[in-house]
């Protein structure tokens, strides 16, 4: 259902992979409501998924960057601005990755250059991506910048490994940066908290599959999808929300405020 909400808004969507990606979902979403963009990933990521059939789909060109690469991303944003014609209105950072988590790491013995990997392009990447935009002052006022995050920012998932630290970073940069964006730029700046989605970064992590059971019979709405997120990112990007800046945004069902809920104690009672 498309109600024209990003009509004429231009934008660079990172991070999608194949079609479980919730940036592949969010693109899909955008071009419903009449919104354009360039898409962008990892060059190694271009090779392996499946990004050009979606990039047919939704009338999109294709651009290689490694998003801890500043001169990649410096090309990314000067080519999206002349291809899309003009500054761009909305981004969704949407990339993660821990090489600890990928090579069965224990959080207890992180192999440091992995770790710093993984903070380079979970983390610091939104940093570099944002301050590539700023620079060149490539976004319009009243644009709008989202970043993806998890709960194990705040609370411990001890699965989810390095990653918390990476998501925490994260969620950091967003307020810092944000600020200046908001202040200099017109620009608004916001993280998502997205409940465990079935995605390739998502069945990354140890023990996925009883872990989002649980998150969903936490939850009183249970599990957000991808396309659920990519419904909240549209709002996000559209003028509707164009004073929430600064802010990490739960979308998760609920799970983020329960302490425990029937179906979870139901597991334990054992009269
Ligand atoms: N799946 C979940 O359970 C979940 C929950 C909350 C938040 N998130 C976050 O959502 C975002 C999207 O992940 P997803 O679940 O759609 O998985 P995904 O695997 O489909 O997407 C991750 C993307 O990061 C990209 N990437 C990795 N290294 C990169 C680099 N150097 N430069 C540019 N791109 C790079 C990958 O190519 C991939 O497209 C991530 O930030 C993730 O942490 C996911």
Redesign the pocket.
Known sequence: MSHNLLKGKRGII?????E????WKTAERVFEEGGSFVLT??PV?LRM?TINELAEKTNAQVIA????SEKDLENLVEKAVEILGGKIDFVLH????SVNVRKGRHYTDQNYDWTQKGLD??AI?FHKTMQTLYKKDAMSAWGSIVG???MAAQRVFPDYND?ADNKAYLESVARSFGYFFGKDKKVRVNTI?????P????KGVKGFDGFIEYADKMSPLGNAT?LECADYTITLFSDLTKKVTLQNLYHDGGFSNMGVSQQVMEKFVTE
């Open positions: 990172f991070g999608a992979l194949d479980n990606s919730i940036a990933n990892a990521a998924g960057a490694d998003a801890t949407s990339i993660g990755m392009i979970s990447s993806l995050t998890y990653m908290s997205q409940s465990p989605t995605t390739t970064a998502g991808a």
